[in-house]
């Protein structure tokens, strides 16, 4: 993937994670528009100096701001670091923007692990097939 669209989202006790993760990858993420969800997009720019489009936080419609990006097909890969081990009082967003992930075809990572091979295959150009997705219904079915 030459450029495209990189969504960044951190729970609260993974935004630690967030900033090591984009800091190492910063190069890989130079080369593309992002977007995150509110205080995970400032932990962004300070760590990057990157350009990072902020919406809302989570609990306040930032998760339903990226899931209404990947319906209009503008995203192409979603970083979400989650923590599983503590209750969030947002987690149908959570879910719905997992699902239209699912739906639209969107390499959605969870973890760190998942992260770094995503950020790694997107160098590797592994992440082109996205590029053949027009936005019509068509495009979701099957390759």
Request: a negative charge; charged letters at 20%; aromatic letters at 6%.
């Amino acid at each position: 993937m030459a450029s495209g669209e990189i969504a960044l989202i951190a729970h609260d006790e993974k935004k630690p994670l967030m900033k090591k993760l984009v800091t190492a990858y910063r190069e890989i993420l130079a080369g593309h528009d992002l977007y995150a969800t509110g205080h995970t997009g400032q932990i962004v720019q300070a760590a990057t100096g990157l350009p990072v489009h902020c919406f809302n936080s989570g609990p306040l419609g930032g998760d339903q701001e990226v899931g209404a990006l990947i319906a209009k097909n503008q995203l192409d890969l979603i970083i979400f670091l989650r923590d599983p081990l503590t209750a969030q009082p947002h987690e149908p967003d959570v879910n719905a923007l997992i699902r239209l992930a699912d739906v639209y075809n969107v390499p959605l990572a969870t973890n760190l692990g998942t992260a770094e091979m995503l950020l790694r295959g997107v160098r590797a150009g592994f992440a082109d097939f996205r590029q053949l997705y027009s936005g019509d219904e068509s495009a979701h079915q099957p390759l």
